[in-house]
């Protein structure tokens, strides 16, 4: 089966510090993970992925996220917080093990920047 | 290029109506998806559509159905509303739905059941 883990519900970290939203997942087989960011009353917006290559991704907005395959994680890192990325975070996992496409989503992390 | 669209954002049905939600995804996308978002249960997959044909789907009743039409427009509609089924509706396109590709979602649809 596969599932993904966001432990926190809420992060909160001031402006011009690094921030980091943390993602595990368990899957089958290969995993292809992906962040999504949700602003109020928005939909989703599609920041970054990892499919296969190099551990270490680069997204939309700079954020990066970082794939490590022993601790089955795929952390959310921005190395400076502006307040303008306080949003909902959700980290899925699709997996080609399984019988179907769907994103399997996190439970989201609520991020708040504070001034 | 136009995003995907959802109609309409908000609405407010009683129990026991039905409701049909409508979704354009982005021009050349064959695959639309949808998705519920509820503060208790989060981001659930209810269905995904393929060339007009369900390709896959989630665990749901069978109130919730869905179908799309050839330009790859796609409804859901749900029938004998529950309180329960109060949510955001979030539909998603993707050019092919394959696994390795992110998927672009709509602004939702605010049902709300009373």
């Known amino acids: 089966a596969q599932s993904v883990a966001q432990p926190e519900d809420q992060v909160n970290v001031a402006e011009g510090n690094p921030l980091t939203v943390k993602c595990t997942y368990s899957v089958s087989g290969n995993p292809y993970l992906f962040w999504y960011v949700q602003y109020p009353n928005r939909g989703l917006q599609f920041l970054l992925k990892y499919i296969t290559g190099d551990n270490l991704v680069k997204g939309s907005y700079g954020f990066e996220a970082e794939f490590n395959k022993s601790q089955t994680s795929f952390h959310l890192k921005k190395p400076s917080a502006l307040v303008s990325d306080s949003a909902l975070y959700f980290c899925?996992?699709?997996?080609?093990?399984?019988?179907?496409?769907?994103?399997?989503f996190g439970t989201g992390t609520s991020l708040t920047v504070i001034p | 290029k136009a995003g995907v669209t959802q109609t309409p954002r908000y609405l407010i049905k009683t129990r026991g109506q039905q409701v049909t939600l409508s979704c354009s995804p982005i021009?050349?996308?064959?695959?639309v998806s949808w998705y519920q978002q509820t503060p208790g249960q989060g981001l659930q997959f209810l269905f995904e559509?393929?060339?007009?044909?369900?390709?896959n789907k989630g665990n749901f009743p069978g109130r919730f159905s869905g179908r799309q039409f050839s330009n790859s427009r796609s409804e859901m509609n749900v029938s004998t509303l529950e309180l329960g089924d109060s949510a955001l509706y979030l539909c998603?396109?993707?050019?092919?739905?394959?696994?390795?590709?992110?998927?672009?979602f709509g602004q939702g649809t605010r049902l709300t059941v009373v």
């Open positions: 899925a996992v699709r997996d080609l093990a399984n019988t179907g496409n769907q994103f399997y």
């Open positions: 559509y393929f060339s007009e044909t369900q390709r």
């Open positions: 998603a396109s993707s050019l092919e739905g394959q696994v390795t590709t992110e998927a672009f």
């Open positions: 021009s050349g996308h064959r695959s």
